[in-house]
DNA sequence: CTGCTAGCGTTGACATCTCAACACTAAGAA
DNA sequence: TTCTTAGTGTTGAGATGTCAACGCTAGCAG
């Protein structure tokens, strides 16, 4: 082998071999990120008949109040501003949300919109719950944390 | 103002407010994956030309030895026959692989693909490196490695 | 008033992804 | 042979994401 493992004799068969090779261990972060997001998706966003983009911006919208300045939504997220504009207008079509000029852009709940995140609000905390946090213990948890902060 | 947000202001402090929301935990996965995917984009992909479907496509098939069947291609990524099929028909139209029918479809590199993948390769581990695992220690990865296999 | 600059948002073009519907091939049953 | 079924690919439409270019508004200098 070209790359020491340490002593063991081979108490942990793939796990070290997966590892050894930095480009699979970004694998192994893309396919984990992939299944959790398909799984959290499907058991709320998609139970509502929302997409991911739809229930990113109607949450954050719910938890600022009900509304905000359309560039501290985008900043909020991460955002580009063609992004959530582009968003926005196929969001105000299906009557989620309206925008109105305010010195910049005011982006606001509609009832259908407050109705919808409403509804899904507690089912992503359970998802999130199931899928994710559920299965990994505590010690686990605060390790992925400070990961997560360090990248 | 009708948001109560306890005593402090700032947003994101204390590691374990956070950990506390099995929400907020999802976010900070959500965000790490996408600040790396990101970095290790930029500088590999990007830098050649080439989009991040495009990599991934010439990577398995360089792996591969250089041809595969087209199910073997979308099954080896997880992907959907539909999405394999109109991502290669794009990269044809580059001359990035040719397909060709025997039985099923046999996807292969061109020149062209072959020179695109091997003038990436290397930097696409060095990134990876730079970008994730550099950043962690031996017994973080072990610890996430163990978790994404539970996911 | 005119012109400049900067911030913010929109638009159009294109790439990507997903879904539903269709076409082709191979294998087996009638 | 003919019909059926399963496996495999393609196509078109719609949703999403990114880039470049443009338009609008406000503030500020001349």
New interface residues.
Partial sequence: MSTPNGGATAPDEA?TD??C???D??S??????????AR?IADTAEAAGLSEPDLTILANLD???GSLRQSELAASL?WDRTRISHQLTRMGKRGLVTRERAGGVTVALTDSGRTAITAVHPG??TA??R???D??SAQ????????????
Same sequence: chains 1, 2.
Avoid: N, Q
């Fill in positions: 796990a997966a590892a090779e930095p480009v261990f970004w192994a972060f893309k396919r984990a990120h992939e299944v959790v997001r959290v938890k600022a109040g991460g992503l905390d999130v719950r899928h994710l946090t299965k990994l686990e948890i605060e390790t992925l944390i400070s990961v997560f902060r360090r990248l």
